[in-house]
Each structure stands twice: as structure tokens, then as C-alpha cells.
């Protein structure tokens, strides 16, 4: 069974732009998570996506927003982008919402640089 | 306070060691517990989960939960160079998020 897809793997923007990244969760997986992982932060929960529907945000601001599709496949769009936006951008998919029991599969994630 | 706190590290345990890992929590909701571990330049792998107090072993790996001192940890037995790496602890929180402290650095030396 094929994993967690991210693309692009690496992208550079300015100060400004906007940027979307794509993630394919794993088949038959319904649940998207998204994080934003830096040195100083760590790993931060951004949002989840479960049945096309947004189930929970983490604290970031609204230039923030992502979407799922009908086959499970989620986009993230960052807008205005900020130097501080540089980040590893991860992707995680699980069977079914709700993380209390269940495991998730983390994608290769998305290196993201802001100049 | 960080709602899931970790020790940044690093931890140095000598090679066939226990390595023990420990993070403390606030959110006396959470429900569960992850241990994951990251390679540098890869993305987190799930090595256990628990949700019940007490221990639950996997292989080398024993993870233990005391909700009532709101306190995880990870052992991992005869500590291999290839555990050398970071673990992550997460918990699911009352709020419906999985909350990652941000790291224990292992290094394990021959």
C-alpha cells in the first residue's frame, strides 16, 4: 500500500506570495491532518479535514486555510506569506477522525522557505 | 505552560542501555498518548500509543502512562545506535487535537 504523498518535497517564495501544497493520504484513509513543524515551535497542529469537512483548527491565523476533496486528497494555502511561514510542512492521514486511538501516517512533508 | 513538555536533550545512553524518555502534560482531559520518533530530515514514525494507565510493551519499547501525575514516558531496552533520533510525545487532548511536545535528542554511543 503506497503512503503519504506530499507535493511539492521543497518550494521557495517571497514575501507575499501565496503558496498551496497537496497531500494524498494513504487509500482508504479519510482523515487529513496538518502541521507546521520549525526548530523553535516544533510540531504544530494546523488543522483537520475529515469527509471534506474541516473538524478541527489549530491556533494560526487565518492566511491559514486548507480544503479536502471528495477522494480524500487535502490542499493547504498559505496567503500573504511571511519569512516566518518557512517551515516543514506535514501532512498526516488516519483510517477515521478523532486521534484518540488511532495512528496516524506522516508524509514526507513539504520544506517550505520564504525569502 | 506548554500543555505537553518534554526534556529537549540530549539524552546520551551507552549502546545496550535503557534509554527513558519522559514527558508531563497539563490538559487533564487528554485522552491519549503517541511516542514517535524522527530521524533528522525525516518525518515522525509512530511507535507506540497508549491510553490505559500503567505500561503497554511493544518489543524493546515500553511506554507508561500515570494519569494521576499527569506523566508519560518511553523505555526503550537495549538501546541500539539506530534508536539515535528524536521522540516526539503527543498527546490527544480534551479540545480534539494532538498536542506534540517538541523533542528528546537521543544519541546512543557505542
Known amino acids: 500500500k503506497a503512503g503519504v504523498t506530499q507535493t511539492p518535497r521543497y518550494l521557495i517564495k517571497t514575501r507575499g506570495q501565496q503558496v498551496t501544497l497537496s497531500c494524498s493520504p494513504i487509500s482508504g484513509h479519510r482523515s487529513v491532518s496538518w502541521y507546521q513543524q520549525t526548530p523553535g515551535q516544533g510540531l504544530q497542529f494546523l488543522f483537520e479535514y475529515f469527509s471534506e469537512t474541516q473538524r478541527n483548527k489549530g491556533n494560526f491565523p487565518g492566511r491559514f486555510s486548507g480544503r479536502q476533496f471528495s477522494n480524500s486528497r487535502s490542499e493547504m494555502n498559505v496567503s500573504t506569506l511571511e519569512l516566518g511561514d518557512s517551515a516543514l510542512y506535514l501532512c498526516a492521514s488516519s483510517p477515521v477522525a478523532g486521534g484518540a486511538v488511532n495512528e496516524q501516517f506522516f508524509g514526507p512533508g513539504t520544506r517550505l522557505t520564504v525569502l | 505552560q506548554k500543555e505537553v513538555e518534554q526534556n529537549s536533550g540530549p539524552l546520551s545512553v551507552p549502546e545496550g542501555a535503557i534509554a527513558s524518555l519522559n514527558c508531563t502534560y497539563s490538559d487533564r482531559g487528554s485522552q491519549s498518548f503517541f511516542w514517535y520518533r524522527q530521524y533528522s530530515g525525516k518525518s515522525p514514525e509512530l511507535i507506540m500509543f497508549i491510553y490505559s494507565n500503567g505500561d503497554k510493551e511493544d518489543g524493546r519499547f515500553t511506554a507508561q502512562l500515570n494519569k494521576a501525575s499527569q506523566y508519560v514516558s518511553l523505555l526503550i531496552r537495549d538501546s541500539q545506535p539506530s534508536d539515535s533520533a528524536t521522540y516526539l510525545c503527543?498527546?490527544?487532548?480534551?479540545?480534539?487535537?494532538?498536542?506534540f511536545g517538541s523533542g528528546t535528542r537521543l544519541s546512543i554511543r557505542p
Open positions: 503527543a498527546g490527544y487532548s480534551s479540545a480534539s487535537k494532538i498536542i
